[in-house]
């Protein structure tokens, strides 16, 4: 069965400074992995996604992530934050590789303090 | 920019009212799901459906939820009767049979049960 764990129910980073969201996956086929972004009082929005392509995947707002199969990882980062990067972020799996639902992590919210 | 449409945005109901919630997925898109969102679950699968036939409904009370799509326009989630602890957001999204596009999501429905 596919399940996402995120470490950290909370991260606060200073403006400017570097953002790592952790997220750890287990899949018994090839994985789809998302990045999905939720503002306060909307829906969730598609950040980026691996679909067995290039392992370094780029999306929106300068956000990027590493599909690392050896560490089943898929970690999110942005090389500076911007104070409008504060929200909450969840890591999907597609539950049967390419077909299926997504089973999304707990969410990590994040703060960027000026 | 096409979108996922789902009304009403808000809804506070008493317990045991029934509570219709509707979800106009994006033109052309052959899949829906339903997703419940609390503090305490994260986001939960309730439903989904493929070319208008549910494929899973494994996440939702069946003695009192229900989802349908009447056509390829309109997807419904039903609770009846309502409770407390049904108070939560629910989001409908949309997309293509393979996920390699990723998913789509409404605005959700903000749901009190009072």
């Known amino acids: 069965a596919q399940s996402v764990t995120q470490l950290g129910s909370h991260v606060s980073v200073s403006e400017g400074a570097l953002v790592l969201l952790r997220c750890n996956y287990s899949?018994?086929?090839?994985?789809?992995l998302f990045w999905y972004v939720q503002y306060p009082n909307q829906g969730l929005q598609l950040l980026l996604k691996?679909?067995?392509?290039?392992?370094l995947v780029k999306g929106i707002n300068g956000f990027e992530a590493e599909f690392k199969k050896s560490e089943t990882s898929f970690h999110l980062t942005k090389p500076s934050a911007h104070m409008s990067d504060a929200a909450e972020y969840f890591c999907?799996?597609?539950?049967?590789?390419?077909?299926?639902?997504?089973?999304f992590g707990k969410g990590t919210k994040l703060s960027v303090k000026p | 920019d096409a979108r996922v449409t789902q009304t009403p945005r808000h809804k506070v109901t008493e317990m045991g009212q029934e509570v219709t919630m509707r979800c106009q997925p994006i033109?052309?898109?052959?899949?829906v799901f339903w997703y419940r969102q609390t503090m305490m679950q994260g986001l939960e699968l309730l439903a989904y459906?493929?070319?208008?036939?549910?494929?899973?409904d494994s996440g939702m009370p069946k003695d009192r939820f229900s989802a349908e799509m009447p056509d390829a326009t309109l997807a419904t989630l039903k609770i009846q009767p309502s409770e407390p602890r049904d108070s939560a957001v629910y989001f409908c999204?949309?997309?293509?049979?393979?996920?390699?596009?990723?998913?789509?999501f409404g605005s959700g429905t903000r749901l009190t049960v009072v």
């Open positions: 999204a949309s997309g293509f049979r393979d996920t390699y596009y990723g998913y789509t």
């Open positions: 899949s018994s086929v090839p994985p789809y």
């Open positions: 691996y679909t067995s392509a290039a392992t």
């Open positions: 999907a799996v597609s539950a049967g590789g390419s077909q299926g639902n997504l089973i």
């Open positions: 033109l052309g898109h052959n899949t």
């Open positions: 459906f493929r070319n208008r036939a549910p494929l899973d």
